[in-house]
């Protein structure tokens, strides 16, 4: 009797409905490496070319407002990526995500098939709980060359390194997501594609025509870029920040970085071709999203691990069936994409996942999921936002800015010192210890977090 249970149990997650009534649609997940929110054509860069990123942009459900939450350790992309398999923020995300169920896995128990293709920063071992099938892994975090990627695909329970030299590596995952797209032809079985690339990660060499697509003559730089950007500690024009050592910024590393970007466009675009080729268009929910973004000289930084917006936010579209053509300005973390794409597919979100649905706010019940949206980078940086200001603090000296991002997005004038700011200064900082203690941010946390020393950024 508990068999035929437990075979009954299983039989109704296989038929269960999506959140609209109809068949589960498939997922294909579209996922850019250290990509500016900025650098995309429909978003107003007057120079980057990215007509199928402005494709899925002005084609579904577009979040303005959404973040990485921050990390603790130099490699952003690591608890970027454990945030979003595993649902949970910053300072309870498991960087090999060795606990917890993680997000294809939720997809694959229902019945849908799941593949990979791409850079898997989490491990081998939580790789191979997720997906059922997978081509051209990367199991790292930067490649040092794009031409000489070390890969890897399944063969039945364990990965099996392979190499194919002289091939891009954006060309080798947009062939394999094509190539899996195809098998799944006419196929009644519902479908998961991750497709996490390493573009336009560092180091940035464009291949072929892409190279010399920009010419840095014309390359109109951010208003908050700074000459001279550092790749170590300091602080910028800003104030604060950390640099890094990729992402130097300079008007030939634009000319190169969208040469990057354009040259992922174009792969993007066989991709969603694919999609349309082999029947899957009426019933595939695509995300395009990027893992967080890079200073490349704004407020005279370099790297990722600082908490100005050129940095810490994320591009988040969604598109496909049943998916209204918007923007919406909700305040959201990458990881609210978990129990979002469970829910549009009828799937139960688990328990322990933290991360908030935006399926009201796709359809328009709900205006944003929190009103304050909280990030930390490494053991000495943190702000807070409302749908108007943030408040950038230092936790060593106290130090602090205030930004007023819906008339300075790229946050150049500090207000805090206004007699006029004092008011929202005081309730950001209210706000901002309530938040560190929600999520987590505690000393017992960050010393757990691997001991980093304490930096003036």
Not at 56 to 62: F, K, P, R
Not at 217 to 243: C, D, H, K, W, Y
Not at 360 to 368: A, E, F, Q, V
Request: aromatic share 10%.
């Amino acid at each position: 009797m508990k068999r035929l249970i437990v075979i009954f149990y299983l039989l109704s997650l296989l038929i269960q409905p999506s959140v609209d009534g109809g068949e589960r649609p498939n997922v294909v997940f579209l996922f850019s490496d250290d990509q500016r929110a900025d650098a995309v054509g429909a978003l107003g860069n007057p120079d980057v070319r990215t007509p199928n990123m402005d494709r899925l942009i002005e084609g579904g459900t577009y979040f303005s407002q959404a973040y990485v939450q921050g990390t603790m350790t130099p490699a952003t992309c690591l608890p970027c990526r454990a945030m979003l398999m595993s649902g949970k923020p910053l300072f309870r995300a498991p960087l090999q995500l060795d606990t917890g169920t993680l997000m294809p896995e939720v997809f694959r128990r229902a019945g849908y098939k799941t593949f990979a293709t791409g850079k898997w920063h989490n491990g081998q071992n939580s790789f191979l709980k997720c997906f059922d099938e997978a081509e051209a892994i990367f199991f790292g975090g930067a490649a040092r060359d794009h031409y000489q990627v070390p890969l890897h695909y399944r063969e039945g329970d364990r990965m099996v390194p392979y190499e194919v030299p002289g091939v891009f590596s954006t060309v080798l995952f947009a062939d394999a997501a094509v190539s899996f797209l195809k098998k799944q032809q006419g196929s009644d079985q519902p479908f998961f594609c991750y497709v996490p690339f390493t573009s336009p990660h560092a180091p940035f060499v464009p291949p072929g025509e892409y190279a010399t697509m920009y010419d840095p003559e014309e390359i109109t730089l951010p208003p908050n870029f700074q000459e001279g950007a550092r790749s170590g500690g300091g602080v910028g024009r800003g104030g604060f920040g950390r640099g890094g050592v990729s992402g130097r910024g300079s008007a030939q590393s634009y000319a190169s970085y969208y040469g990057m970007i354009t040259h992922l466009d174009h792969h993007i675009g066989r991709i969603l071709e694919a999609i349309r080729q082999y029947g899957h268009s009426d019933d595939t929910l695509i995300v395009f999203a990027s893992d967080h973004g890079l200073s490349m000289g704004s407020h005279g930084l370099n790297g990722k691990h600082n908490a100005y917006e050129h940095s810490s936010r994320s591009i988040i579209t969604l598109s496909g069936p049943g998916i209204p053509k918007k923007k919406s300005s909700a305040l959201v973390y990458l990881y609210d994409l978990y129990p979002t794409l469970c829910e549009l597919a009828g799937l139960k979100v688990p328990e322990e996942v933290e991360g908030l649905s935006l399926v009201d706010c796709i359809h328009g019940r709900k205006g944003s999921p929190r009103d304050y949206l909280f990030t930390a980078y490494m053991l000495n940086e943190r702000a807070i936002r409302d749908q108007q200001y943030k408040l950038f603090a230092q936790l060593d000296d106290g130090s602090h800015q205030l930004f007023d991002l819906r008339n300075d997005p790229h946050e150049l004038n500090d207000l805090s010192q206004k007699a006029s700011s004092r008011g929202i200064v005081e309730r950001l900082q209210s706000e901002l210890v309530k938040a560190r203690e929600a999520y987590g941010d505690t000393p017992e946390a960050l010393q757990r977090g691997g001991g980093f020393r304490r930096r003036r950024f």
